[in-house]
């Protein structure tokens, strides 16, 4: 199960369409165990996505939570560009699921709450690469277009609702095709993770940890191979811990590590350092936490062959980590695992021993709107080649998606304010 393309137009900060994929071209064989080949589809294992503050790195992010939340009939928090006037939100994702790919697209009306249009098909590739569409199902309420296999259904689609997914709002299993579309993208929907690096939720971690297996161990060995200094991580229950007395007047420094309802669950999350164990929600640096919530994710997304969205991956982690985590998921013990974060480490922008070009991503934002454009759109004939410097031609704003912050003004604002 591997997410291949995102698309979206006015959702969040996107007003015109933007195409994120993840199709890995082939023909160039650098790197080439990024890549999971599945018969005649190729797709990166990961991808980063790189720009200045407030571009639209975190609403592609969102764009992916939308889709899956809608999916699985969660709440909807999809919005329209407010600056754009229109309230129609189109999305939609192309992805893998054994062994082939289909595709699905959604509008999403903000303003009256409905759902005018849904289309389902298969994408069907011959060994030439050519594609051929094999539609499942149109509802398209604003053209009047309704396209199914079955007669009855199509009678019923004119009349039905809007305020929902078609596969919600009737028996599905009546239907096959609708019944097994239903089965595709739920199971697509519920392989997906999101996680916004300054909120993570520790009960992933905490609800893996506490049984005696596999998953465990390697949780715990992640945990300590990311703090060198670590001799254990666990959690106790029933064990009093020497700080317990003093743990009344303590807070976390961060909010998600101090939810009232889990907080006895976080305290028992013990580290052990030279054999004496402490809370590590109290005694832990920010980024030693952030890795013990982070661990349950990564290691569930590799053991399940999960897609994991991040964002801000390297918030409060040390660049060799991020790096680390990222070659975890290109490696070619990872079958099916993928990972797709937004960052500002530029570190990790290295074509030369860590990314394939299609696997680096920029957003890219002036007073005429927001771009985004991966690194294999520019070419060879460009200067940009797979040993290139990316990271200095980055710096040098030769990519784009580069703030220019002109700070300077703001130091001789001040000078003048103490001169008066």
């Known amino acids: 199960m591997m997410l291949i393309e995102l698309r979206a137009k006015n959702c969040f900060s996107f007003n015109k369409q933007i195409s994120f994929s993840l199709e890995a071209d082939m023909r160039n064989k650098r790197f080439s165990s990024n890549a999971h080949r599945d018969g005649l589809f190729n797709v ?3 991808a980063g996505i790189y720009g200045q503050n407030n571009s639209g790195k975190t609403c592609l992010i969102k764009c992916i939570k939308a889709i899956r939340d809608i999916i699985l009939r969660r709440h909807n928090y999809l ?5 754009y006037g229109e309230n129609l939100c189109e999305l939609g994702v192309s992805f893998l699921y054994e062994g082939r790919e289909f595709s699905y697209d959604i509008s999403y009306d903000y303003s009256q709450k409905t759902y005018p249009y849904e289309k389902f098909s298969e994408i069907i590739k011959d060994k030439y690469g050519n594609r051929k569409e094999d539609v499942w199902l149109i509802k398209d309420y604003a053209n009047s277009s309704f396209s199914y296999d079955d007669k009855e259904l199509m009678k019923m689609m004119r009349l039905i609702a809007q305020s929902d997914l078609l596969f919600y709002q009737i028996e599905a299993d009546k239907f096959s095709r609708l019944s097994e579309m239903k089965r595709i993208l739920t199971s697509f929907a519920t392989k997906i993770d999101i996680v916004n ?3 993570i939720p520790l009960e992933k971690t905490i609800s893996l940890i506490k049984n005696r297996n596999d998953i465990q161990k390697k949780i715990v060995g992640f945990i300590k191979n990311a703090d060198l200094y670590l001799d254990d991580f666990r959690y106790e229950d029933g064990t009093t811990i020497a700080f317990e007395e003093n743990m009344a007047g303590e807070k976390a420094d961060e909010a998600v590590l101090d939810i009232p309802e889990n907080l006895m669950d976080q305290i028992k999350l013990v580290s052990v350092y030279k054999n004496h164990p402490v809370p590590s929600v109290l005694f832990d640096s920010t980024g030693t936490k952030k890795i013990a919530a982070l661990a349950g994710y ?10 994991l969205a991040i964002d801000e991956l390297d918030s409060s982690l040390h660049f060799k980590l991020t790096r680390a985590i990222v070659a975890m998921f290109n490696n070619e013990l990872n079958k099916n695992a ?3 974060f937004t960052a500002h480490d530029i570190n990790l922008m290295d074509c030369k021993r860590l990314l394939r070009k299609e696997q680096i991503w920029f957003i890219h934002k002036d007073e005429s709107g927001i771009y985004l454009y991966s690194l294999a759109e520019f070419t060879a004939e460009k200067g940009v080649r797979d040993t290139s410097d990316i990271i200095s031609k980055y710096q040098k704003g030769l990519l784009g998606a580069i703030p220019e912050p002109e700070f300077i003004k703001s130091l001789l604002d001040i000078s003048k304010n103490l001169n008066k």
């Open 338 to 340: 993928q990972l797709i």
């Open 298 to 307: 990564i290691i569930e997304a590799l053991e399940e062959g999960r897609i």
């Open 197 to 199: 690096m300054n909120n």
């Open 79 to 83: 919005m329209p560009n407010i600056f």
């Open 44 to 46: 990166v294992k990961s």
